[in-house]
């Protein structure tokens, strides 16, 4: 049985590093890559990090049900299609995602199985600290800092609808929690199967 597994939290948690850290630790996962509309970072790579397209493709693939979440986020449309996400599934494959809190409830509501799991800061002060460094030299992600900090106390209040909430104040541990909270996913469905 393949799992769907969901990686969610508040933006400058370092979602992306865990994933990171939890593949090498696994690398049976096979990571869904979201689609995009915001402009690309210097760092990153198409396809990789994710599809970047123009908001005109990306409403063309959710009038198309392409998405298995969807939702606009600072401004920019983020979504998660669908088809390569089923592939995998069906195929054996645990597929994780890497997405925001609003994204992960709805996967819930298409995939009542699936894993969430929250992922949250150690403290405000370190979100902050991640989110300026990822924002160095870029003015629009400067001024948007503030509004992602208070973002991040909403999204903190949805955390018991997870199944497990894991702190990341180092990426390696947070991604070993994460490796063992799997690893009992796997054992209890295959328990339930031999029972």
Known sequence: MAF?????????????TVVRALVARDPSLWVSVSAATRPKRAEEVEGVDYFFMTRK???????EDGF???FEVYGDLKGTPTQPVEE???AGTDVLLEIDVQGALAVREKFPDALLIFLRPPNRAEQRRRLEGRAEGDSAQQAAIETRLAQAEVEEALASRFD??????????????VAAILKARRAEASNSEDA
């Open 164 to 177: 497990n909430v894991v702190t990341n104040r180092d990426s390696e541990v947070a991604a070993r929690e």
């Open 57 to 63: 493709e990306f409403q063309r693939i959710r009038k």
């Open 68 to 70: 298995l979440e969807w």
């Open 4 to 16: 769907l597994i969901v990686i969610a939290g508040p933006s400058g948690v370092g979602k992306g």
């Open 88 to 90: 995998r599934l069906a």
